[in-house]
């Protein structure tokens, strides 16, 4: 578990200051437009080319789909 670096003050009315950060995931290139779905976390790994599915009781990140024809959000 990790602090937050907080670059933009107004992040503290959004999250608790000494709120700790859990990585979910690694290796992936550059991931953006995370949505939950029927209680899991989809998001795109655009330079891998692949949507992602994270599931708090599953071990780390399942491949959700590849090719993702580089899907953004």
């Known amino acids: 578990m990790s602090t937050l670096d907080v670059q933009n003050l107004g992040l503290r009315d959004l999250i608790d200051p000494d709120a700790s950060v859990e990585r979910i995931a690694a290796g992936l290139g550059f991931t953006e ?3 939950w779905r029927d209680g899991y976390l989809l998001f795109s790994d ?3 080319n692949r949507i992602a599915r994270w599931h708090r009781l ?3 990140c399942l491949l ?3 090719p993702s024809t580089r899907d953004r959000g």
């Open 58 to 60: 599953a071990e780390g």
């Open 46 to 48: 655009i330079p891998n």
């Open 64 to 66: 959700y789909t590849s």
């Open 33 to 35: 437009g995370p949505v």
